[in-house]
């Protein structure tokens, strides 16, 4: 029986495994990076040739648990490839991502300054001691490894990114813009520094700079559901409802299920004034995700206007249901109270107003609401019952007569 060579076996399973993480398999994924760890790890396989592929399973499997929330896991996995590629880039970034999800910043920093001793021009170690450093508030050092990471990397747009956030999380926001701008003097061509630059001058209530600076992004190239959204949102603040909708439509041609693309669409119809197409789309967005209450909220709010008095009803009703005890839920309860109460209002009118309805309410109450498309509450309901519709005017505006 042949042998089966160790290291061709492992490359297999490493590439089965780099597959299952690009379809977010982690759980597939972690088996391969584990049988790797596992085959390599025995004494007769550890040498030169060897301890590469191990060091690929031990990062990759850390990935693999990080996705899973197991980040004590992940940083002992992490660790044990720094022990044997301790300048590996991916496992210092698992590494710190484990710790800093585990709340240990302190313990964090400190690792970066052990590392740095070792690797001082490593910009992007001077750059995690930056967004380190911003947390604890400790703003001084973070400026000076962000000095040291933008000085270090050349013409890479990272550290301009990360300086902005840190400085505008600082209340500098004129300086973070100025910081901004001399990035895209060095680097002109970046999407992400005009996506950072827009992002800002947006934030700063500078909208129509801010949809200049996004049109850079696309002249780049740089067409995203995410961007098609923000240009989408920037264009319905400021009244181009047209040319939001367009970026919209573009960004559902990319990807046609997103829900923030799919929720703008059903708004930007109700400010042109196109309430049924906004209920169409609307109703879309609930058949892709029917458990979220903010959404079924929408719906009802939308029948409501329509005038779709039951489904609106059995939308708020579905919102109560799943988002109990929440303010949503409160304020669905109280919008259907009013409902209730006006669409008792309506079935006296009509049938003052309506002698065929009012007929059907004395012989049948039950099925006469509900071709009419009512849909009221027990209470409600109780009352029509314990009405003499027989004894009421013929007019509305009369005095009405219950029976006890």
Known sequence: ?????????????????????????????EERFRQVAKN???????????KPLLSKALTGWARCLLERGQLAEAMKKARRALSLTPNSEEAQNLFLNALLGLGKWQEAIRQVKRWLKQQSQNWRLHLWAARIEAQLEHWADAIQHLAMAIRLSGNQAEPYEVAAQILERKGETKRALLLLRKGLEQIPDSPALWFALGQLQRNLGQLREALKSFEQVLKLGHDTPLLRETMGQICSEIGLTDKAMEHVLKGLEQDPENPNLLDLLAFIYL???????ALQVMQRLVRLAPTDPVIQFKLAT????????????????RTIALAPGTELAREAQQVLEVLDRHQLEQVFM????????RAK??????????????LLSESSLEIIYNTDFSQLPKRHGASQRFVS
Do not use: C
């Not at 061709?8 to 299952?20: C, G, K, R, V, Y």
């Not at 390599?40 to 060897?50: D, G, N, P, Y």
């Open 1 to 29: 029986m042949a042998q089966i060579d160790p290291i061709a076996h492992s490359q297999q399973l490493l590439d089965e495994a780099n597959q299952f993480m690009e379809r977010q398999q982690w759980q597939q994924a």
């Open 40 to 50: 390599l790890a025995r004494k007769v396989t550890r040498s030169e040739i060897a």
């Open 271 to 277: 400010q042109k004034g196109r309430a049924r197409e």
């Open 302 to 317: 939308l029948h409501h206007q329509l005038g779709n008095y039951p489904q609106a009803v059995m939308a708020y009703q």
């Open 350 to 357: 009509l049938s003052m107003e309506d002698p065929i309805f």
């Open 361 to 374: 309410l004395i012989r049948n109450p039950q099925e006469a609401l509900r071709e009419k498309g009512f």
